[in-house]
C-alpha cells in the first residue's frame, strides 16, 4: 500500500505486511541484500513502534515502512509477497 509519494523524486513511502511467505523473515537489516535506494523507515509489532537498527528483524506480522524508488519498490514487493 503506497502512503505517500515524496515530491521533487520518484520516491514513495510504502507500508508493506511481513507474511509468512514474506522473504526477508528472520535476518538482521544489516545481513539483508536490500536494494540501492531502499530505507526502512519503521516496524509496527503490535502495539509497538521502533525505528530499526541493524540488529532488527523482521518478524511475521510486521508493518514495515518502507522508503524506495520504482524500481527499488518493485524489488521489495517482491520480497514481501
Do not use: W, Y
Amino acid at each position: 500500500m503506497s502512503l505517500a509519494t515524496l515530491k521533487g523524486n520518484d520516491a514513495e513511502i510504502i507500508e508493506f505486511f511481513a507474511s509468512e511467505k514474506c522473504a526477508i523473515l528472520n535476518t538482521q537489516v544489516m545481513d539483508l541484500r536490500l536494494p540501492k535506494g531502499v530505507l526502512l523507515g519503521a516496524i509496527t509489532r503490535g502495539q509497538e513502534l521502533f525505528i530499526p537498527t541493524g540488529h532488527s528483524q523482521i518478524k511475521v506480522g510486521d508493518k514495515v515502512v518502507v522508503i524506495a524508488g520504482p524500481v527499488a519498490k518493485r524489488r521489495m514487493e517482491e520480497l514481501f509477497a
